[in-house]
């Protein structure tokens, strides 16, 4: 189904749709970065049949937790038992996050084999979710990615408020691809730019994506001001193959209150099955998950795709 008739913004000149990818790896964060920004603590069964739906729903990535402080994020205090409790399924793999190395410690104690650190575009957003400076940020990073390379792990780079910071404004895509160099000089595989708020609209997007190796660079938008997935099309053309999303739309930032909840992987999916973008995600079996996770906090999906298909 080409763009337009998905009711999508478009920016012309579009590249023919064969430029598309013929696949797109769907990184999947609702046990993550979704339920971190839940004011209910879900419990940790719940949480596990989660993951278990979601690997069934054929999803190859799931971000599981967060080995962060439990002080400062309450909702991923379990990540412990979340993973001894976790029945790993070949083929997909189960990243956490990590900010340090005391982080690093509890992740690898716990058998995991894939990180992400999340470092910021900003200085107000590097205080307020890492209690560093920019400059700090990075030498927490750096033994951590030293010592998960040197054990074999794969990491991964976040970088939040790449577009607009709500204390700072709009973020210069300069200083958004620096932050970005500096974790793959440390040795990061990949970089995921997130749109932590969810301001970003397409030419943005194009303006930073310009500065950095898109081969290596993953897309992490929020919805906010409906524009999720323009900006996703638009990387897609660019040459970005992998995409962040969160079931039924779960998340936000709980260090960003205007931040509202990740682009929705429904609606990612559906647009990508109308694109004939392969992504193994069956989209009935993730809707029926989004809506029984739904019921378990007690509120609608904001997904438009899930509402409309489950009402
Ligand atoms: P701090 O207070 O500066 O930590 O927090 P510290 O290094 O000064 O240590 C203080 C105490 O905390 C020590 O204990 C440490 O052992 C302990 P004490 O010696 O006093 O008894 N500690 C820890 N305990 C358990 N696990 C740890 C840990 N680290 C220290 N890992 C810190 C610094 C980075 C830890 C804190 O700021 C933090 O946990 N921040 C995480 C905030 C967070 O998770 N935010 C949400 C994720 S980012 C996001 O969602 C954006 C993203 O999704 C992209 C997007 O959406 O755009 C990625
Ligand atoms: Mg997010």
Redesign the pocket.
Known sequence: MPARDLGLPVRAPLPAPGELPARVTIWE?GAR?GL?NESAIVPVAVKLEFLDRLADAGLGVLEAT?????K??PQLADAEELLAGLKRRSGVRYPV?V??E??LD?ALAAGVRHIAI?ASATETFASR???RTLDEQFA?FDPVVSRARAEGLDVRG?V?MCFGDPWEGPVDPEQVAEVGRRLLDMGCSQLSL???IGVATPGQVERVLDLLPVHLVAV?F?DTYGQALANTLTALRLGVSTVDSSAGGLGG???AES?TG?LATEDLVWMLDGLGVETGVDLDSLADTSAWMAERLGRPSPSRVVRALRG
């Open positions: 964060v970065d971190q967060s080995f962060v402080h439990p400062w994020l996050l900010p340090n005391r982080g509890r999340f979710n890492l209690n927490m976040y939040s997130g749109d932590t992490h929020h930032c709980p260090y931040a990740n």
